[in-house]
């Protein structure tokens, strides 16, 4: 169709391109059309942070920006984080600390506090919860999870020293 | 074999049964987002289907036009209730003995009631088409008001209404009105009645508990397949009781349910909004049916809040007496529930208003009597048991409330009114004045070392001097200490009494070891974020001494699970757990008699030790479970069939009553109405405790429930009946901004008739939450004459009521 538009997205590392309607939102484009399911829709209105992904260093909600607007961009999501093999620190803190339930917000929760961690490697447990408050959590009640980047943070401090 | 561990004690931690934090197992896909929820499945040639939706609350449907959205290229069919009817299938039953319309059937009923179900190849072409079809509505008088609707003329369910005018028998008997669903009475009427007229002390009170949402932040959805070649229907959906709905989906489709497969794969949170049955997933069955494809329906946030499964709405009025000295005599309960325009509400079939007969709480209140009305409103039906067991919230909350009454009326401490109430150690099993029998109890140490943990005398002297100072004007913030003790029924339930569509809940597992001694064990229940695929483990582990480890717990496919009644009302643990004890006690038996034939002695001679079974008396001579299974594949033993296997239908002799204690401290600025939670105890008693740190999360989890609840969410609508709440803009979901830290407790005291003595815990903190957080809010202005003010208690309210009692001067 004549309006769809050529699109470049860098998803975890790898390029992607391919024609799109400018209409089109970013998060589909990302669950149905590449196939990155870690991030989650809970609310198509920004509120929730479930589809919560990184767009050239910035922490973005997907689900309420075009997929035209994200193009030339490098997007990272939990898939991009850490696999099997080299998990996230704060993939093995968010088990170690109990910090998920049913799972759902984790990905973006995950991918949230990476950026922070990165903005802030040493945050106190009130600018974990200030940091963290775009993102919902049906379940856990946060407690955990703010136990978790706590945890990941120091784990994250450590190894840096180590190799300095 | 290899890596033996030998010391009892290692053996013991290998297992990692019952009382180990053991980690998740289902954490590693969930942290590295690998789950599996129902809108990441994807199927070849998959069509997307979406609502058209009613605007309006109550309106006659003059026409629908589908022709220009059938232009719409992508869009494959449009489905209207003229489509479904040749089917039968244009209303369905609910699970309250009610009937629902699956799309509008020439009228609508409530703002976002289904109309039409666009199918489409994706969800762009689906939009486009809900924009294109055109439906001419001629508008009604809408009713949002319960008791209002039990005056007017307006007659909501014309379907229910004789043509003569007089009105038939609902499926809970009698109605009084055409908007009028049933009466629901327990107890005794006469006597409590005259208990109260006669009694030293009465305190009223009238409150509401309004209506909110559970909403889980998956919202619903399914995919639904029908391979005609095969005749095999696969449904996959966000269902909390998977084998119920095959049961349904076969009852109402007339497809056999040996051809229908039903599969709930993970599932984001479900807090009782996924047990009902919703048009989504007819229409989707029907669309998969017609268009030979397979067709996915996924809510959007907004169809989730407007029309998916409220909670609560219940007006409540209560009579409390008691003596002077502060001993309850009795206790007379009214509701008028609100229950939407069907009665759609999951409960089991017995109790049109659930176990809110639960309502005399933890105490010892001889004579009682609770009537419930249920109304046809204007509203979105599909009441649930948010976070609890079927209405307990509401009950828990309302005698929560009446004792604070209470306490005020008498000029007493309400901590002390509710040490001399409570049902007393050695009075357990006890029965109830409104008939349930509670299994086991000891509620007045729970307190006291809830209260010596808090330093509730200190607290109160510092509340008292706060009080001073806000008075001398040093201060602008009041102090309230929450107090709530509770009493759960959960584990739902005794067949005798329990059932949905006439379904007994009984659960079940079905365990077979493999011949290397690891296992796989499938229940009829699911996991909506509750750890199942751990704990359950840890149960079989402690019961059959093979670790836990070894153990896949499988849960959510109806062609391989045995038949259960699924996840909700706290019954996992209370039967399913029960259900995997008995299987796995079961294999054990078996075990043991391959022990004795491998060790050549009598079955008796040998006893069951952690991992193994040991010839009394010579501890050197023992088979371990590993060598048994193998040996029960290898062997051939005379009088035994190989193999390793057990199932347990488990129906529970009983409910099991989990309590807890829990105290808030909260600050309260009267001048912005702002509140601050400055600490929160929460002492739960579970009984046998499975995985303590799974415990700690859902009470975490469940506490923060109970705060958005008390303090600001709620789904309301204005007098047309338009949704003002039908996004997360504004429905308030708390973030961890928002939320404290919560100081965990315990206290264990076992069911008696459960194989492990398990209770079940993750709906307790929400029921016993609620009040907590509400009694603190109430009780900061008690010193200035307040007695009760609704929930939610956001932070107008609380500032309108700093007002109301002449704060701000
Ligand atoms: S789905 Fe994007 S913020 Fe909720
Ligand atoms: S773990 Fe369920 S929403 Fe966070």
């Given at each position: 169709m004549s309006n769809k538009m050529h699109i470049k997205l860098n998803v975890n590392g790898k390029d992607e391109e391919f024609l799109a309607e400018p209409r089109e939102l970013l998060i589909y484009t990302l669950r149905e059309r590449l196939n990155i399911t870690g991030p989650h829709i809970g609310c198509e209105t920004s509120h929730c942070g479930a589809c919560t992904m990184t767009i050239d260093g910035k922490s973005v909600k997907a689900c309420t920006m075009f997929v035209a607007q994200a193009s030339g961009k490098s997007v990272t999501t939990i898939e991009g984080l850490g696999g099997p093999d080299d998990l996230h620190p704060l993939q093995s803190a968010f088990k170690e600390h109990h910090g998920l339930q049913c799972g759902y917000c984790t990905p973006g929760m995950i991918t949230r506090a990476a950026k922070l961690l990165e903005e802030n490697p040493n945050p106190s447990e009130e600018e974990i919860r200030f940091g963290m408050a775009g993102n919902i959590c049906r379940c856990t009640g946060y407690q955990n999870i703010v136990k978790s980047i706590q945890a990941a943070a120091t784990e994250m401090n450590a190894a840096k020293e180590a190799a300095e | 074999m290899k890596d033996e561990v030998t010391s009892r004690e290692d053996r013991v931690a290998n297992l990692k049964g019952m009382g180990c934090s053991r980690k998740r197992v289902e954490d590693a896909r969930f942290t590295q987002g690998k789950g599996n929820y129902v809108d990441d499945i994807k199927l070849d040639g998959m069509l997307f289907g979406d609502f058209v939706r009613s605007p309006y609350a109550h309106a006659r449907i003059k026409s629908i036009d589908t022709a220009a959205a059938l232009e719409v290229p992508g869009v494959l069919a449009v489905l209207t209730a003229d489509d479904l009817r040749p089917l039968g299938l244009h209303w369905m039953p609910t699970l309250a003995g009610d009937k629902q319309m699956v799309l509008a059937d020439g009228?609508?009923?409530?703002?976002?009631?289904?109309v039409a179900f666009v199918v489409a190849e994706d969800r762009y072409a689906a939009a486009d088409g809900i924009e294109l079809v055109e439906v001419d509505y001629e508008e009604l008088p809408v009713i949002v008001d319960p008791f209002e609707a039990l005056q007017s003329d307006v007659v909501l369910r014309e379907d229910l209404v004789a043509e003569d005018g007089s009105i038939p028998d609902g499926a809970h008997g009698p109605r009084k009105h055409h908007n009028h669903i049933f009466t629901w009475e327990a107890g005794d009427k006469a006597p409590t009645e005259e208990v109260i007229a006669n009694a030293e002390v009465v305190a009223e009170e009238s409150m509401y508990y309004h209506r909110t949402h559970p909403c889980p932040l998956e919202t619903c959805g399914c995919v639904a397949s029908m391979d005609k070649v095969n005749g095999k229907l696969t449904l996959w959906g966000t269902f909390q009781a998977p084998h119920a709905i095959r049961t349904v989906v076969s009852l109402i489709s007339g497809i056999e349910e040996h051809n229908i497969r039903v599969i709930s794969p993970d599932i984001g949170g479900g807090f009782g909004n996924k047990v009902g049955a919703y048009p989504g997933y007819v229409c989707s069955v029907v669309a998969s049916i017609v268009t030979g494809k397979p067709v996915k329906w996924i809510e959007d946030r907004m169809d989730n809040l407007m029309t998916t499964a409220f909670a609560r709405d219940y007006h409540m009025t209560g009579k409390i007496s008691a003596t002077k000295d502060g001993k309850i005599t009795g206790l007379h309960c009214h509701v008028t529930a609100d229950h939407g325009g069907f009665d759609a509400c999951a409960d089991p079939t017995k109790f049109p208003a659930g176990f809110m007969n639960i309502c005399t709480g933890s105490y010892d209140i001889p004579t009682a009597f609770l009537e419930v009305d249920g109304v046809y409103t204007n509203k979105a039906p599909g009441g649930v048991s948010y976070r609890c067991s079927f209405r307990v919230t509401e009950a828990v909350y309302f005698i929560e409330r009446m004792i604070e009454v209470l306490a005020i009326k008498l000029d007493m401490d309400a901590a002390e009114l509710r040490r001399i109430n409570f049902i007393k150690k050695e009075q357990f099993p006890y029965t109830a004045a409104l008939g349930w029998e509670y299994d086991s109890g000891d509620y007045h140490t729970a307190w006291d070392k809830a209260l010596k943990a808090v330093d509730y005398e200190g607290l109160r002297a510092e509340q008292a001097q706060r009080v001073e100072d806000f008075k001398a004007g040093k201060t602008r913030k009041l102090m309230g200490i929450g107090l709530s003790f509770f009493t759960e029924i959960v584990g739902a339930g005794p067949v005798k009494n329990c059932d949905i569509l006439g379904l007994g809940m009984f659960d079940s597992c079905e365990i077979r070891i493999h011949p290397t001694g690891s296992a796989i064990a499938r229940l009829g229940t699911i996991s909506q974020g509750q750890g199942h695929a751990t704990t359950f483990a840890q149960i079989l582990a402690s019961e059959i001494g093979l670790p836990a480890d070894s153990i896949t717990i499988e849960e959510g496919d109806t062609d391989t699970a045995p038949y259960g009644l699924g996840t909700y009302g706290s019954r996992s643990t209370p039967v399913a757990g029960a259900a995997t004890a008995m299987a796995g006690r079961k294999i054990r038996a078996k075990a043991q008699m391959i022990a004795a034939y491998l060790l050549e002695v009598h079955d008796n001679d040998v006893e069951f030790d952690v991992d193994r079974f040991v010839v009394k008396g010579a501890p050197e001579k023992f088979k371990t479970m590993k060598e048994i299974a193998f040996a029960a594949y290898n062997q051939a033993i005379p009088g035994i069939e190989p193999g390793l296997e057990a199932v347990s239908y488990y129906d529970p002799p009983n409910m099991t009553y989990p309590f807890g204690a829990y105290v808030c401290v909260m600050d309260i600025d009267v001048d912005t109405g702002v509140t601050e939670i400055r600490r929160f105890y929460a002492l739960d008693d579970c009984g046998t405790r499975i995985n303590p740190m799974i415990i700690e999360g859902q009470v975490h989890g469940g506490l923060t429930e109970a705060l958005a609840v008390a303090l600001g969410q709620e789904i309301a609508y204005d007098d047309m009946g338009n949704?003002?709440?039908?996004?997360l803009m504004d429905f308030f979901l708390p973030t961890a901004w928002e939320v404290p830290n919560y100081e965990t407790d315990f206290t264990v005291t076992p069911s008696p008739h459960h194989p492990i003595g398990a209770k079940g815990v993750g709906e307790s903190p929400h029921v016993g939450g609620v009040p907590c957080f509400s009694n603190a809010v109430q009780d900061a202005f008690r010193p200035f004459g307040n007695t009760h003010t609704n929930m939610p208690h956001d932070h107008w309210r609380i500032w309108r009521t700093a007002n109301e009692l002449g704060l701000h001067d």
């Open positions: - | 009228k609508v009923l409530f703002q976002g009631q289904e949704v003002k709440t039908g996004t």
